[in-house]
């Protein structure tokens, strides 16, 4: 507890939270290189696309589509 404590004091969010940008953040890289949406459950470990779709629109305001479709038209 003490360690969680401390890494959200100094980062902002938990460990888990920061986990969890981390991995979106790899997602919307993969987006933009046209990567199927059942392929990055898969590469990176996310129980499955309906779970990995949900996190995506919590953390991000939008949908994987919709942040796909906005970066391909810039």
Do not use: W
Request: hydrophobic share 35%; proline share 1%; net charge positive.
């Amino acid at each position: 507890f003490h360690l969680i404590r401390n890494f959200k004091q100094q980062v902002g969010v938990t460990p888990n939270q920061f986990y969890i940008q981390c991995k979106i953040f790899g997602v919307k890289q993969a987006l933009k290189e046209n990567m199927k949406e059942t392929d990055l459950a898969a590469d990176f470990n996310f129980s499955d696309q309906s779970y990995l779709c949900n996190l995506f629109k919590k953390q991000m305001g939008i949908t994987m589509k919709d942040f796909k479709r906005n970066f391909e038209q810039h």
